[in-house]
Structure formats: structure tokens, C-alpha cells
């Protein structure tokens, strides 16, 4: 065989094991254990709209990054130190205020039990710092926020790994009244998948209304939603009240939700009273028709109130 026939096979045979390569490669997908360029370097995903039923699932978006210091903490109080990078990979000082906070942080274990809202403080090098109390497991942290440069919402989320023995918590079964701190808090409505839905709240205290709610955040209560398995990040908003008229104290408090997929799902409503804020959670199932919390399908029958921004 002459030299350049020889050439000729073996670039050919070359170019069969580079093809191979890239349809392996195709089927498995990246691989991002530590270490690896995917690991080091996540690609770059627009970000879904703040409120989107899939918020908090990536760690990038719209060429902005959540990036922690460290994604391993002890159990116990511990401090959690992290950044928002900008498209230029420099971390990001100027964000909007949006009800009352530069940034909104919401952590939580991956059973959803610890849930807790949290508002750290940004340090002049542009590292945001909070202390959390941690129980062992992999914890979400989602990030809620508005870079100034970017003029609209971002929701990104990263994992936490706590060093300890992990005792998973079942899901508490769906229940259409929540008990927490001497407070009963009724849910009306739920989730629906493929629509817009409501939920109404009603916070009573000792068999009696609840009416001299206190604002936190702004507000008269802030509710998340975070739905099982992959904890993606849902955060309805308040119900507009009728024209005219001002905002109410309790005990109604009606939200509206963005469409969600199919699933259960774990909410979580702060709310301030008596100058403590207290949180009650439900959890939702939805079916593709769309749920109540006790898993049938329903629609809301109590007096609308103004939620999450009055």
C-alpha cells in the first residue's frame, strides 16, 4: 500500500473513533463530577421568570452565577457565605430592592423539613453572608433577586452538603388546616397545573380571627411554594384587591399561582404577628386537573384578601 493510501485509512479510522466519541457522549450526557470542566464551569441557561413553577433550578442564568464559597457546612449554626457573579465574572454590588430586601433567601432540606427564609448581608467585596441552622443532609438554597444592571428577577439555587448522619423525615400528609405557635391557618384552593389558581389563607388565633396582622417584608405574609424531589422554586404573588379599597390585616390572605406541573408540593406562608413571624406549611398535591390541599379538585370560596404585597 502507498504512503498516501496509508494516510488515508488511518485518518478515516480516526474519524470512526472521534464519531463513536461524540454519539457516546450524546447518550450519556456531560459528566460533572468534581473536578470536571462541566463541574467547574456550568453552562449558561436562561433563567425562568420570578414565579415560574421551575425557579431555583439552575445555578446560572441570563449569564449571572450563584456561586458558594464552600458547599459543605457542619451541622449546627453555621455561616453561609456566597456571591452573585455577572456576566463579566465579577460579583455583582448593585441589585434592586424589591419588598424591602436587596436579596431574598430561601434554604430548606431536601426532605423539606428546616425550611427557612433568610436575608443576608452584602459586604463590600460583594460576598453576601447569613448564619443558618443546619441539620444533616443536602440542603437547596435558592437565591431571589434583581441585579440592577439586568433590570428583572432572577431565582437561582445551588445544593449544601451537611456533614452528619442523615434521618429523612416523611412528608406530612395533605391537611386543609396548619397548626403553628398557638395559630390555626386555613387553606381554601390550591395548585393547578397547566393554569393560574388561588389560595386563600385565613390566620385565626384561640378560635378568633386573626385582624392586626403586622407587615413583614412589606407585606402581611410571603408565600413560597417548593415542590418535591427536585425542589424547584414556585412563589405566587398577592391577589389585586378591589379597586378602592386599602389593604387588610388578616384574616384573609389570597395569592395568585403561576401554572404548576404535576406533583406534590410543600407551602410555606410567613406571616408576623404579636411581633414574631411564624410559619405555617401545607402540603399540596397536584394532579393534572389541578388540586386543593386535601388532593381533590376545588376552587377558592373564601373572601379574597391582598397577600404578599400589601
Given at each position: 500500500?502507498?504512503?498516501?493510501?496509508?494516510?488515508?485509512?488511518?485518518?478515516?479510522?480516526?474519524?470512526?473513533?472521534?464519531?463513536?466519541?461524540?454519539?457516546?457522549?450524546?447518550?450519556v450526557?456531560?459528566?460533572?463530577?468534581?473536578?470536571?470542566?462541566?463541574?467547574?464551569?456550568?453552562?449558561?441557561?436562561?433563567?425562568p421568570?420570578?414565579?415560574?413553577?421551575?425557579?431555583?433550578?439552575?445555578?446560572?442564568?441570563?449569564?449571572?452565577?450563584?456561586?458558594?464559597?464552600?458547599?459543605?457546612?457542619?451541622?449546627?449554626?453555621?455561616?453561609?457565605?456566597f456571591?452573585v457573579?455577572?456576566p463579566?465574572?465579577?460579583?455583582?454590588a448593585?441589585?434592586?430592592?424589591e419588598h424591602?430586601?436587596?436579596?431574598?433567601?430561601?434554604?430548606?432540606?431536601?426532605?423539606?423539613?428546616?425550611?427557612?427564609?433568610?436575608?443576608?448581608?452584602?459586604?463590600p467585596d460583594g460576598?453576601?453572608?447569613?448564619?443558618?441552622?443546619?441539620?444533616?443532609?443536602?440542603?437547596?438554597?435558592?437565591a431571589?433577586?434583581?441585579?440592577?444592571?439586568?433590570?428583572?428577577?432572577?431565582t437561582?439555587?445551588t445544593d449544601?452538603?451537611?456533614?452528619?448522619?442523615?434521618?429523612?423525615?416523611?412528608?406530612?400528609?395533605p391537611?386543609a388546616?396548619?397548626?403553628?405557635?398557638?395559630?390555626?391557618?386555613?387553606?381554601?384552593?390550591?395548585?393547578?397545573?397547566?393554569?393560574?389558581?388561588?389560595?386563600?389563607?385565613?390566620?385565626?388565633?384561640?378560635?378568633?380571627?386573626?385582624?392586626d396582622?403586622?407587615?413583614?417584608?412589606?407585606?402581611?405574609?410571603?408565600l413560597?411554594?417548593?415542590?418535591?424531589?427536585?425542589?424547584?422554586?414556585?412563589?405566587?404573588?398577592?391577589?389585586?384587591?378591589?379597586?378602592?379599597?386599602?389593604?387588610?390585616a388578616?384574616?384573609?390572605?389570597?395569592?395568585?399561582?403561576?401554572?404548576?406541573?404535576?406533583?406534590?408540593?410543600?407551602?410555606?406562608?410567613?406571616?408576623?404577628?404579636?411581633?414574631?413571624?411564624?410559619t405555617?406549611?401545607?402540603?399540596?398535591?397536584?394532579d393534572?386537573?389541578?388540586?386543593?390541599p386535601?388532593?381533590?379538585a376545588?376552587?377558592?370560596?373564601?373572601?379574597?384578601?391582598?397577600?404578599?404585597?400589601?
Open positions: 500500500m502507498n504512503t498516501p493510501l496509508k494516510l488515508g485509512v488511518v485518518a478515516l479510522g480516526l474519524g470512526a473513533v472521534f464519531a463513536a466519541a461524540v454519539g457516546v457522549g450524546l447518550v450526557g456531560p459528566v460533572d463530577g468534581p473536578g470536571s470542566p462541566a463541574a467547574a464551569t456550568p453552562a449558561a441557561a436562561p433563567a421568570p420570578s414565579g415560574a413553577a421551575d425557579g431555583g433550578l439552575a445555578v446560572t442564568g441570563s449569564g449571572y452565577v450563584l456561586e458558594p464559597l464552600e458547599d459543605r457546612l457542619p451541622a449546627g449554626t453555621a455561616s453561609l457565605a456571591r457573579l455577572g463579566d465574572g465579577a460579583p455583582v448593585d441589585y434592586d430592592v424591602v430586601e436587596d436579596l431574598h433567601l430561601v434554604a430548606a432540606r431536601r426532605d423539606l423539613t428546616g425550611y427557612q427564609r433568610l436575608h443576608p448581608e452584602l459586604g460576598t453576601w453572608r447569613v448564619p443558618l441552622e443546619l441539620t444533616p443532609g443536602s440542603w437547596r438554597v435558592v431571589d433577586f434583581t441585579p440592577s444592571a439586568l433590570g428583572r428577577n432572577l437561582l439555587g449544601l452538603q451537611v456533614a452528619g448522619g442523615y434521618d429523612p423525615q416523611p412528608l406530612p400528609e391537611a388546616v396548619a397548626e403553628v405557635d398557638g395559630y390555626s391557618v386555613a387553606l381554601t384552593g390550591g395548585l393547578a397545573a397547566g393554569q393560574e389558581s388561588e389560595l386563600t389563607f385565613s390566620v385565626s388565633r384561640d378560635g378568633r380571627p386573626v385582624t396582622l403586622q407587615p413583614y417584608l412589606g407585606a402581611y405574609g410571603i413560597v411554594a417548593l415542590r418535591t424531589g427536585d425542589l424547584a422554586y414556585l412563589h405566587p404573588h398577592p391577589a389585586e384587591p378591589p379597586a378602592g379599597t386599602a389593604p387588610t388578616g384574616p384573609h390572605k389570597t395569592y395568585v399561582a403561576p401554572a404548576a406541573s404535576p406533583g406534590t408540593y410543600r407551602l410555606f406562608l410567613d406571616f408576623r404577628h404579636d411581633d414574631a413571624v411564624h405555617a406549611a401545607f402540603t399540596v398535591r397536584v393534572p386537573g389541578g388540586v386543593g386535601d388532593g381533590d376545588t376552587a377558592p370560596d373564601a373572601p379574597a384578601g391582598h397577600g404578599h404585597g400589601d
